[in-house]
C-alpha cells in the first residue's frame, strides 16, 4: 500500500502548516528530507531538504510509529512555515520520494477505520464534526466522534452475545426431538428489554435535522409578502421583491444561524386553486412539495393553512386594509415596521428547540437509525418467538445489525463468548 502524504491543518496561507505521512514509508521519507528524526512522540526541529540537498524549510518534525498512531500506521507530522511556496516545495519533495503519493479526500480517517482506530460512527461523528456550525452542532457531532454510539452499541452486542451464547448452550445440550422448543422466558423478556432501549434512542431527534438545518417554509398566496420575509430573516436580498404577481416561480433557500441554531428557510411559488401558466403550475407543485417536507411552515395566508401545525402569519400589518387581525393568527407582523420580528424568531426558536437533540442526548443519522431500527425489529421478532432456533436466528440478524453499524462483521465474536462463558466440555 501507498504510503500518503497531505497538509492536514487547512490550506495556506498560515502561520504554520501540518504537512502528514502515513504508511510504511512514512519515517523512511521523512528520513530522506529531514535526516535524523527525533524519539518517537518527541518533538525536534530539522532542516528538511530535498534530493539535490537544497534547503525546503526548517521544521518542527513529530514520529508516531504503529499501530499506536491516529492511523494506526507509521505516521509522521513536518509542522512547517505555512506559506504556499513552503508547502509547496515540501509537497513536491515528498512526491518524487519512491512509494509516496498524495492522499485522497478522507484517506487518513479511512485508513484509522481500516485499521480500527476508530469504527465507523466515529468516522461519521468526526466528518459532522469537521463541518460543525453552531454549538449545537459541535457537541452532538463531538460526542459521536469520541465514541457515544460505539459505546451504546457495544454495551447492546455484550449483552447479544450473552444472550446468544445462552441459546446456543441451550440448543447444545437439548435433545434431537426438543430442538422446536420454545425460548426460555427470561430469554424472550430479554430480547424484549434490549429492543425497548434501542427504541428509546431512535425518540431522539435525528441528527439530520441538526446538522444540516431546521428547514422553515414560508408559504401563502400570491402577494402575501412571502419574499420580503424571507429577505428580512435571511437580513439580505435573497429572494426578488415585487407587487407584480407570481414573481416567485421556483423555491429559493437560504441558509440562516441563529441563536446557535440552523435553519434553512424556503420561500416559495403563491398557492392557488387554478392557473393557465404551466410555470407556474411547476412553481406550485415545488411549493406543495416543500410545504410536505417542511419541519415548520410559516403560513402567510388569511384563509386555512394547509398543515395544523403551521405558524399563521398575520404578515404586512402596517397596511391600512389589513389593521382586522384573523383570531386564529399566531403572531402579527410588519416586516416593514419591525413588528414581531422578534417574537417570530422566539417562535422559531422554540419550535426548532423542540425538534432537535439535546446537548447531552445521543444523536444518530439515518444510517445508523435504520440499522438500530432493523436490530429492534429482530429482537422484537425473536421476544415473540415460540422456537428456538428461529429465536436465536433473529438474534444473529439483530447482532448483524449492530455490526454493520459500527462497521463491523465478526461472525467469531459470538463463538468466543459462547466458549469463555460456559465451561462445556468439549
Known amino acids: 500500500?501507498?504510503?500518503?502524504?497531505?497538509?492536514?491543518?487547512?490550506?495556506?496561507?498560515?502561520?504554520?502548516?501540518?504537512?502528514?505521512?502515513?504508511?510504511?514509508?512514512?519515517?523512511?521519507a521523512a528520513r530522506m528530507l529531514a535526516g535524523t528524526l527525533p524519539s518517537p512522540r518527541q518533538a525536534g526541529l530539522r532542516a528538511l531538504r530535498d534530493k539535490d540537498g537544497l534547503l525546503l524549510d526548517r521544521a518542527l518534525v513529530l514520529v508516531f510509529t504503529g499501530p499506536d498512531s491516529a492511523t494506526g500506521e507509521d505516521l509522521v507530522e513536518l509542522h512547517v512555515h505555512g506559506g504556499r511556496a513552503v508547502?509547496?516545495?515540501?509537497?513536491?519533495?515528498?512526491?518524487?520520494?519512491?512509494?509516496?503519493?498524495?492522499?485522497?479526500?478522507?484517506?487518513?480517517?479511512?485508513?484509522?477505520?481500516?485499521?480500527?482506530?476508530?469504527?465507523?460512527?466515529e468516522a461519521e461523528g468526526l466528518g459532522d464534526l469537521l463541518a460543525a456550525e453552531t454549538e449545537g452542532q459541535r457537541r452532538v457531532a463531538l460526542a459521536m466522534a469520541e465514541g457515544a454510539v460505539r459505546r451504546r452499541a457495544e454495551h447492546w452486542t455484550d449483552r447479544l452475545l450473552a444472550l446468544a451464547a445462552q441459546v446456543e448452550a441451550q440448543l447444545d445440550f437439548a435433545e434431537e426431538d426438543e430442538v422446536d422448543q420454545a425460548p426460555p422466558l427470561g430469554f424472550a423478556a430479554e430480547a424484549r428489554e434490549l429492543a425497548g432501549e434501542i427504541d428509546a434512542l431512535l425518540t431522539v431527534p435525528p441528527v439530520e435535522r441538526l446538522r444540516?438545518?431546521?428547514?422553515?417554509?414560508?408559504?401563502?398566496?400570491?402577494?402575501?409578502?412571502?419574499?420580503?420575509?424571507?429577505?428580512?430573516?435571511?437580513?439580505?436580498?435573497?429572494?426578488?421583491?415585487?407587487?407584480?404577481?407570481?414573481?416567485?416561480?421556483?423555491?429559493?433557500?437560504?441558509?440562516?444561524?441563529?441563536?446557535?441554531?440552523?435553519?434553512?428557510?424556503?420561500?416559495?411559488?403563491?398557492?392557488?386553486?387554478?392557473?393557465?401558466?404551466?410555470?407556474?403550475?411547476?412553481?406550485?407543485?415545488?411549493?406543495?412539495?416543500?410545504?410536505?417536507?417542511?419541519?415548520?411552515?410559516?403560513?402567510?395566508?388569511?384563509?386555512?393553512?394547509?398543515?395544523?401545525?403551521?405558524?399563521?402569519?398575520?404578515a404586512r400589518a402596517d397596511i391600512a386594509e389589513r389593521a382586522i387581525v384573523p383570531a386564529e393568527a399566531d403572531l402579527v407582523l410588519s416586516v416593514a415596521t419591525g413588528q414581531g420580528m422578534h417574537e417570530l424568531w422566539a417562535v422559531l426558536a422554540e419550535r426548532a428547540r423542540a425538534m432537535l437533540p439535546r446537548d447531552d442526548a445521543i444523536a444518530v443519522?439515518?444510517?445508523?437509525?435504520?440499522?438500530?431500527?432493523?436490530?429492534?425489529?429482530?429482537?422484537?421478532?425473536?421476544?415473540?418467538?415460540?422456537?428456538?432456533?428461529?429465536?436465536?436466528?433473529?438474534?444473529?440478524?439483530?447482532?448483524?445489525?449492530?455490526?454493520?453499524?459500527?462497521?463491523?462483521?465478526?461472525?467469531?465474536a459470538m463463538l468466543d463468548a459462547l466458549f469463555t462463558r460456559f465451561c462445556l466440555g468439549k
Not at 492536514?8 to 523512511?28: C, E, F, K, N, T
Not at 512526491?95 to 485522497?104: D, I, N, S, V
Not at 433473529?394 to 459500527?406: H, I, P
Request: charged share 25%; aromatic share 2%; glycine share 8%.
Open 87 to 121: 508547502v509547496h516545495a515540501v509537497e513536491a519533495a515528498l512526491a518524487m520520494l519512491p512509494g509516496m503519493r498524495r492522499a485522497e479526500p478522507g484517506e487518513f480517517t479511512r485508513r484509522a477505520l481500516t485499521n480500527g482506530r476508530i469504527d465507523l460512527t
Open 1 to 28: 500500500m501507498d504510503t500518503i502524504f497531505a497538509v492536514s491543518s487547512g490550506a495556506p496561507p498560515a502561520a504554520i502548516a501540518i504537512v502528514r505521512l502515513s504508511g510504511d514509508r512514512a519515517i523512511i
Open 212 to 314: 444540516d438545518g431546521v428547514r422553515v417554509v414560508i408559504a401563502g398566496p400570491p402577494n402575501s409578502g412571502k419574499s420580503t420575509l424571507l429577505n428580512a430573516l435571511a437580513e439580505r436580498d435573497a429572494a426578488i421583491v415585487s407587487p407584480i404577481s407570481g414573481t416567485t416561480r421556483d423555491r429559493i433557500e437560504a441558509p440562516v444561524i441563529r441563536d446557535g441554531i440552523a435553519y434553512v428557510l424556503t420561500d416559495t411559488a403563491g398557492l392557488l386553486d387554478e392557473t393557465a401558466d404551466p410555470i407556474e403550475r411547476i412553481g406550485i407543485t415545488r411549493a406543495e412539495e416543500a410545504i410536505r417536507t417542511a419541519d415548520l411552515i410559516l403560513w402567510l395566508g388569511d384563509d386555512e393553512a394547509p398543515q395544523p401545525e403551521a405558524i399563521r402569519v398575520h
Open 365 to 412: 443519522n439515518r444510517r445508523q437509525r435504520g440499522l438500530l431500527a432493523l436490530c429492534a425489529d429482530g429482537l422484537k421478532a425473536a421476544g415473540n418467538q415460540a422456537d428456538l432456533i428461529i429465536f436465536a436466528e433473529e438474534l444473529r440478524l439483530a447482532m448483524k445489525a449492530l455490526d454493520q453499524l459500527v462497521g463491523r462483521s465478526d461472525v467469531e
